[in-house]
């Protein structure tokens, strides 16, 4: 028999820059969701004050688009046929994530209760995980299913639907809601390459606010702006300053870092991260609009953290497994 050379075994190392890239794409998840956040309890006194849903949404999707054109004049430089070659994604981003989401997610409040919406709207991580599961017909890990549960229990535990009523067509609504979530973060992993994320979120805004005008113009949706003050943290203020913030801020900084995050640590994983969104408005509500949680909103809110982490934890066991370098040995015929 001939003696072989052992074969050398490669350490099981995770690559430096695909850690820092995860870690850097969990913190703009998270600062993204934030910034959502604060839309509801800003958008809320503008809204009872007498402004239509057309005019509020037109206004906060136009000058966000506004505010992220320069990276999509950057992208068409630099790339001839940019339009022509992403029209689809632009279309989709436009019509689901940005239009589409506001659009029936708020069609679903006026018919139902805003926890039940809320409840159906952030089921988008399931309907993700169930979607690529019978996409692939692989079921998912042990830790992903526990994480699907638990998020959801603490999500029922913080939206608080006891004696909430359901409405079959307002169902339907947060339902399309939902989808459009789920399609953002589809869309979103998309992203990178000869296809900015920012080129992106500003194009679908461009396309999703010109879509809104149509709409406005036309009558199909009211357009009410009125001169009015609203009151946020006990305080009067002028209508174009919680306006100015959702549009400027929130709409812009959560659809420019989350386009910027969900491809750095896939979509599953920025779903997840994503019912952050649901805890924050609580917080914001609580500080501008005097809304205190219920003790059992919090124990809602640690159940949702323990189910983001326990997907994250997946993600980077999958990473750890692709990452580890192994390479097979090739054993030598005798």
Do not use: N
């Not at 399609?183 to 809104?212: K, N, Q």
Request: aromatic share 8%; charged share 10%.
């Amino acid at each position: 028999m001939t003696a072989t050379a052992p074969l050398p075994v490669l350490p099981l190392v995770v690559p430096a820059a695909a850690s820092r890239a995860a870690t850097t794409g969990l913190v703009m998840a998270l600062a993204s969701a934030l910034a959502f956040s604060s839309s509801g309890p800003f958008m809320k006194p503008l809204l009872e004050a007498g402004w239509s849903l057309g005019a509020a949404l037109l206004v906060r999707m136009g000058v966000a688009a506004l505010v992220l054109l320069p990276a999509l004049l950057v992208a068409i430089r630099r790339q001839r046929g940019f339009v022509r070659r992403h029209w689809p994604l632009i279309v989709a981003f436009g019509l689901m994530p940005v239009l589409g989401c506001q659009l029936l997610f708020f069609s679903a409040m006026q018919r139902m209760p805003v926890a039940v919406a809320l409840l159906i709207q952030y089921l988008a991580p399931v309907i993700l995980v169930v979607a690529v599961w019978i996409r692939t017909r692989r079921r998912p890990s042990v830790l992903v299913l526990a994480g699907s549960v638990v998020a959801v229990l603490g999500l029922v535990l913080v939206v608080d639907i006891s004696g909430a009523a359901f409405d079959p067509i307002g169902v339907l609504f947060a339902l399309g809601a939902a989808v459009c979530v789920c399609a953002y973060f589809v869309i979103a992993e998309r992203a990178g390459g000869d296809l900015p994320p920012l080129a992106l979120a500003a194009a679908g805004l461009l396309f999703g606010s010109l879509v809104m005008a149509v709409l406005c113009a036309t009558g199909v949706l009211p357009f009410r702006a009125v001169a009015v003050t609203v009151t946020l943290a006990g305080a009067e203020v002028a209508w174009w300053l919680p306006l100015l913030w959702v549009a400027a801020v929130a709409t812009t900084v959560g659809y420019g870092l989350g386009v910027m995050a969900v491809p750095r640590i896939g979509s599953r994983v920025g779903s997840f991260v994503g019912l952050s969104e649901v805890l924050f408005a609580l917080a914001f509500a609580w500080i501008f609009l005097s809304e205190i949680p219920a003790a059992v909103q919090f124990v809602g809110g640690a159940l949702i953290l323990v189910g983001v982490i326990l997907v994250r934890l997946d993600a980077a066991s999958s990473v750890d497994a692709r990452g580890a370098g192994v390479t097979r040995p090739v054993v030598p015929a005798p």
